[in-house]
């Protein structure tokens, strides 16, 4: 996080969103900027987060029904405060401001998986949105330039199922909630609730909606997969999901019959993500990335179109 300085373009229309009547917020509060990455600029304004979204996304009648959704589910979620604003094209949201996740502290793996567990076996209303088939690898896939690790990249993609990659309709299955693009960084608590409950909480719920909630643990799966994330943080994260009743993977079988196909589509997801953003800085790869990028020639190696 940073305070801006000299306020500017968008941050300033944040900024000043965040200290109207929309935000509710301290007006005396000095913005800073949460993130500011991949068309995403989230800027606090006290007790409130001013969200600008992607600009190259679909914000319509379904994420409408993610805030209905989010709304209907305060103890899981937390949502926007209104409806979203159109500010020079872009859709922009005001959420109440969480405390995320410390890097420097114990990660909370389990209880993210409990939060997960809770949500996908949460009843589905009828007029719940879609989440949709998993499009932002072949969108990162279709951004890659030249190059031995492109490649690598590549060779991967093209193992994925045709639907995963755009050329086939998504099979039939059985729909949970699902949140749909769930890291450590979508965890926030909220200070100063008016319970007193600052158990965590989602957020970001461009993607929430009805899917296959294997997806929803595919990250992490995939970072264990690729020699990232450890295994004991991984058995804490699925041995909580498991407890929890988390309908995702079988209670006492083989977790990775349902979590294979995700692991593989997120493992090469934030392979692309990594190239294009080493590409993008003109640098190698780090430790980390170089790891997922390995990955995916392992993947490309032992499989075919499925």
Known sequence: MHTETAPSGLFARLAEIGRGPAGAANPSAAPEVLYDRHGVLVVRVGDVAVKAHQPDREYGVPFLGRIRLAEALPHLLVGPLGPPVDVDGRTVTVSPYGEPVDPREELPWEEGARLLAALHSTPVPADAPSWGRPTRVARLVSRLGDGPAEDVVRRAFAT???????????????????????????MVRLPGAPDGNRRWRLI?????????????????????????????????FLGAYTRAG????PAGGDPWAALEVPARTLAIQIAATCVISAGRDDRPLDGA??????ACARIAAAGTPA
Do not use: K, M, Y
């Open 246 to 249: 988390g309908p995702a993977v």
């Open 204 to 236: 970001d719920i461009e993607d929430l909606g009805t899917g296959v909630p294997a997806w929803d643990l595919a990250r992490p799966a995939a970072l264990f997969s690729a020699g990232v994330l450890s295994p004991e943080e991984w058995g804490r």
């Open 289 to 294: 990335e170089q790891a997922v990028v390995d």
């Open 160 to 186: 994925l199922p045709a639907w995963i990659r755009g050329e086939a309709p998504e099979p039939p299955g059985h729909a949970h909630l699902i949140h749909g693009d769930w890291h450590l960084g979508q």
